[in-house]
């Protein structure tokens, strides 16, 4: 067995995945993203975190890796067994992207997690965060808030079609503005099929258009139905944050009681 993980790369703040020996720490695999990502590819972000991965999955059959690249809102499939990269899916990927059957620059901005559920169809978070269709919501003044960066986060399904080398949004849950969540991030499916999602910075307190709500809140799980209803919602105290989400097995009294008394 190894550990899965990812690294920058000493030069340029690329990324690289890596495999561990889990005795003797030793690197025994290597994939690097600089190949395949101009300079500055985001332009919004440093130039010493190009690409910031912030996600590696295996695909459904084993044989692939799905890498995410937050800053620059794509994220990348590679064939572990031969090293190759077989397509970038996102913002300057190889991929026509399609929402509501209008052709999009991207379909997420600055995303974390990307899982496969089915043959090519994958579960995301998508931050909105710098989000260049959005330039309304961007304040370059000397007051600048967390809130005027980004518009509305939001869970995702997107579904690619390597035939026609075509990605749709098939499936999407957008909460209110307060919920943005410019860093971090989750989601999951559920065992009843319903959605979790994790907006998980630590204070959310915006609507769209920069009031300040009455009782802001820290971090907050929303558990989704495929109807886009909110079944139930574990809102956090303010400065609470929460980066990923994790089935653990617990007797559910005890978690039950733990939820109750930080909700």
């Known amino acids: 067995g190894y550990f899965v993980t990812m690294r920058k790369t000493k030069q340029r703040r690329l990324d ?3 495999h561990l020996d889990p005795q003797s720490g030793d690197e025994t695999w290597l994939w690097s993203s600089e190949p395949y990502f ?42 572990i067994e031969t090293k190759e990269l077989v397509w970038i899916a996102g913002r300057n990927g190889n991929f026509t992207l399609l929402e509501d059957g209008v052709e999009k620059e991207s379909l997420w901005y600055h995303s974390h997690i990307v899982k496969e559920v089915e043959p090519n169809v994958f579960i995301m978070f998508d931050n909105d965060f710098h989000n260049s269709t959005k330039l309304d919501n961007y304040s370059l003044g000397e007051n600048i808030n967390i809130a005027n960066f980004g518009g ?25 503005a307060q919920y943005f969540t410019a860093s971090w991030g989750d989601v999951d499916i559920l065992p009843n099929g319903n959605l979790l999602g994790t907006f998980g910075t630590p204070d959310h307190r915006w609507t769209l258009d920069h009031v300040e709500i009455e009782e802001p809140f820290g971090a907050s799980l929303l558990e989704i139905n495929r109807e886009g209803e909110l079944i139930r919602e574990y809102r ?25 008394e930080i909700s």
């Open 16 to 18: 690289t995945v890596v």
């Open 38 to 79: 101009p300079e500055k590819s985001c332009s919004l972000c440093g130039d010493d975190d190009w690409t910031h991965g912030n996600d590696v999955t295996v695909s459904l059959d084993g044989k692939y890796y799905y890498v995410n690249f937050r800053n620059t809102n794509n994220f990348a499939k590679v064939e």
């Open 152 to 176: 509305q986060s939001r869970l995702i399904e997107i579904t690619l079609d390597e035939s026609t080398m075509t990605g749709e949004v098939t499936w999407s849950y957008t909460p209110p």
């Open 236 to 260: 956090f105290p303010l400065g609470v944050s929460i980066y990923r989400v994790l089935e653990l097995t617990y007797p559910a009294d005890y978690v039950g009681s733990w939820l109750l």
